[in-house]
């Protein structure tokens, strides 16, 4: 950098005492008021002007403009309300375009205070910043107002900046005190200066200076909130209005302040926190928050499910309810953690278009490896020490998850930390976790989720939900006794006669993580509300089929999250109450006794005797039922249900969002009487997202036969290629595009289905998992599941084929007639195409239609020629 060039300040005596700025400097004037600010910039613009130099202003305050509109000044407005992702963003963008050698001078970083709530965001933005500014040859302008900031937040701003004083004044007149002056130094130079004239004399006596800086010390301390940072500040507020007589005015006028600080920005949801969060409530939630900032959506939907249910003055929840102790990590920390570990300018490069997916994951990398400061250090003791040894789950909670329009499902990580060992190895655990939680955020699928919803340039803060696991030890595993997802609207009514609006349930024995995410080899227990007792399938061997054979659990011992066997289970006696979930199954226990096993008890987890008493499902479809007229929506509930010694369930909801649903919104007549040759395919239910009528203009066929042919990395081959024509052809608008492949679609096991990303299956307007019975090859009718979610909210429409079912017509011979345009489109991929087939329908004669209420599901050719 260019450091022998000397600057202006535009006072000829404030240049004697600092030696003249240099290129580089950032400078920082404590004042006391705006005016005391204005009064210094004003002379630097006009010096920096008359030297040619260029000056940008970069206005975002409430206060009265710093220097006025000219037409050699550029002029920069933002919004800082709008977070500061996006407005450290702005500012950064601003810096970059306009190079080096430009002067910058900015409005009062106070001003960001009643925007950010904390003093620590402050420090942040300055320390990202300044040192850009420096890097660029740039001489910029700062003001802070005393008795506005924490002395950590001050100190931060010192250790960046190169020039900092203090200006004040004493009886009258105006001094000036320089605090830091970098790479410079004179005998006077560090003393206070008093203005006289266009000059500023140094105070050479002791006599003098100790009556001014005495006097200015008394005047300048505030007591000991000062001390402290804005946020603790705003919460010391809250807490005396809450002790002392308040008018409900001034309470609700503090409960709406703190929920824009702490909940959210999305109004549907701060409107239902303002009509469920007392001051008290906010208060209590303050009073478990590691950091500042927001709780994020995950944690806000988890409070206020509990706080609507027992508000609910027409049922009793409190004795059917888990009580919460939940803690929360705010999302400050996630953007200090990145500022800290010296991330910021890959943050910022990642933010660009170009470098939005190829810069994640450097970024993502480095984020598993950052540390994190020792004052959060301290926030993560405590919560272990109050949580002891019980096991824990760190939830990823951002700021636009879990709202109306933007569930983000299963796009951030979340993970158990069994809390096992030494004090140190359990922190050492956790923060592991948190790392991987923070890193999330970079990954492909979150992205690609942000960048087709719109929202990659909006400001996305990562906090964390820490709960404890519900359950309870059984030998050495700890687990719930039941956990799933409940959805106050089921459009994946199977039956006609049953009701949408009555709600379902996806159920498992143990953690929840195979109710919520579609497991290979493995099926819950879906419950229409209205008719629990009744199943998707048909005959005990189907039952046996659609079971649930695995239990995710945590292992005390191994200190881990591991998958158990029912069988296993059984076998080592682990005292859990079959007879409440399970049946006997005599098919297994006779086949162990044939091959000399001791003889044991087997179960079936089927739930029957669970849901043959009314009082269970009656309870889960009341909570749904509540949480949905609260919201004014349908909702999706996770939860879990362990049984009191007088079989009594307690449910602990543990996450609630807005359920993104598709219905009998329009009305769909399906034709009669469609000749077979004109049928591509019809069934009888098996399909989810609502009515549909929608022209084809594309087909895409993975063959069954031939994909399980494959060898392990081909079909891995067969995921990519699938996700290159998502990208070159398919189009929910212009070019309307059936996916069908075998088994399940977004499977971790080839052997199961295609192992395929969402983002490689985002852009098709319908997605089909056909049966393919001799390769093992079986659909999972998901509802309720990370993956159902993602597709409603892509708008993708899905069915299950079961070609061998009698409700079931598949045209295989129609379909081979297509000539495959693979080759033409794609010639790279070319040896795949006895795989992969790929036909484009003339003028959209392929029709796809389905209607809920008859149940009633056809893909036919609208031509006569087919």
Known sequence: MQAAERVSTGYTGLDDI??????????????????????????????????????????????????????????????????????????????????????????????????????????????????????????????????????????????????????????????????????????????????????????????????????????QQDGTSRQIDHWHRLFLQAEQLLEDPATELEQAQMVKHLCRHMIGREERILALALRHFSLKDLLNIKSRVIGTGFIGGKAVGMLLAHNILRQDAEFDWDSHLENHDSFFVGSNVYYSYIVNNGLWRLFMQQKTAEGYLSSAGELR??????????????????????????????????????????????????????????????????????RKVFASAMSEDALSYRLQRGLDQQDEQMALLVQRVSGS?????????????????????????????????????????????????????????????????????????????????????????????????????????????????????????????????????????????KQFPALMQRMLKSLEQAYAYPVDVEFTVNFTRDAQPKINVVQCRPLQTKGAEKDVAIPRNIPD???????????????????????????????SSLPLTDKYEIARLVGRINKRIANKVDSPTLLLGPGRWGTSTPAMGVPISFSEINNFTALAEVAFTSGNLMPELSF????????????????????????????????????????????????????????????????????VVSQQLICFNQSSES
């Open 18 to 219: 600092l030696d003249g700025l240099r290129i580089g400097d950032n400078v920082v004037l404590k004042v006391d008021s705006i005016e005391e600010y204005r009064y210094l910039v004003g002379p630097f613009v006009d010096q920096s002007l008359v030297a040619g130099k260029k000056l940008v202003y970069m206005r975002f305050g409430e206060h009265p403009p710093l220097i006025e509109p000219s037409p050699h000044i550029t002029i920069y407005e933002f919004d800082p309300r709008q977070g500061f992702e996006t407005f450290a963003s702005q500012i950064h963008k601003v810096i970059t375009d306009e190079g080096p050698n430009t002067f910058y001078v900015f409005d009062s970083l106070s001003e960001l205070l009643s925007a950010w709530a904390t003093d620590h965001m402050i420090g942040n933005f300055f320390k990202v910043t300044c040192p850009y500014l420096f890097e660029l040859d740039t001489v910029a302008y700062f003001g802070l107002i005393r008795k506005h900031h924490a002395v950590r937040t001050l100190e931060r701003i010192r250790e960046t900046t190169q020039v900092l004083i203090d200006v004040f004044k004493h009886e009258g007149q105006l001094h000036v005190h320089p605090l830091k002056v970098w790479q410079r130094s004179s005998p006077t130079m560090f003393l206070p200066h008093r203005k006289q004239g266009e000059q500023f004399m140094p105070l050479i006596n002791s006599f003098e200076a100790t009556d001014l800086l005495s006097s200015v010390l008394a005047h």
């Open 365 to 434: 990398h480095e984020m598993l490896h950052g540390n994190f400061p020792e004052a959060i250090r301290d926030g993560f003791r405590k919560m272990l020490d109050y949580y002891g040894q019980y096991p824990i789950i760190i939830r990823s909670s951002s700021l636009l998850e879990d709202g109306f329009g933007n569930a983000f499902a299963g796009k951030y990580e979340s993970f158990f930390c069994v809390n096992q060992g030494s004090p140190e190895d359990r922190l050492e655990q956790l923060e592991d976790a948190i």
């Open 473 to 613: 030890y059984r030998q050495h595993y700890y687990f719930p006794e039941l956990a799933g997802v409940g959805v106050s609207y089921n459009t994946f009514v199977w039956d006609k006669g049953m009701d949408p609006q009555a709600g379902m349930l996806r159920l498992v024995l143990g953690l929840g993580t195979r109710a919520v995410d579609r497991v290979d080899d493995d099926y819950p227990r879906i419950v229409a509300l209205d008719a629990p007792q009744k199943r998707p399938h048909k005959g005990f061997e189907d039952t046996r089929k659609f079971s649930q054979r695995d239990v995710d659990l945590l292992n005390i011992n191994d200190n881990s999250l591991q998958t158990v066997s029912v069988l296993e289970l059984c076998k080592q006696g682990v005292n859990i109450p079959w007879r409440r979930y399970a049946v006997q199954d005599q098919e297994t226990m006779q086949l162990l006794e044939r091959r000399g096993k001791p003889k044991q008890d087997v179960w079936l987890l089927t739930f029957d005797q669970l849901f043959a008493d």
């Open 677 to 707: 040759g004109r049928t591509f395919f019809r069934s009888e239910g098996n399909f989810m997202g609502g009515n549909i009528s929608q022209p084809l203009k594309w087909v895409v066929w993975v063959d069954p036969a031939e994909y």
């Open 784 to 851: 309720g599941s990370h993956f159902f979610q993602d597709l409603v909210e892509a708008d993708i429409f899905y069915l299950a084929l079961f070609p061998e079912n009698q409700d079931c017509f598949f045209n295989r011979g129609w379909l081979e007639k297509q000539p495959n345009a693979l080759e033409g489109l794609l010639p790279t991929c070319a040896r795949f195409k006895s795989v992969v087939k790929l036909f484009r329908v003339p003028d959209k004669n392929l029709h796809l239609m389905a209607d």
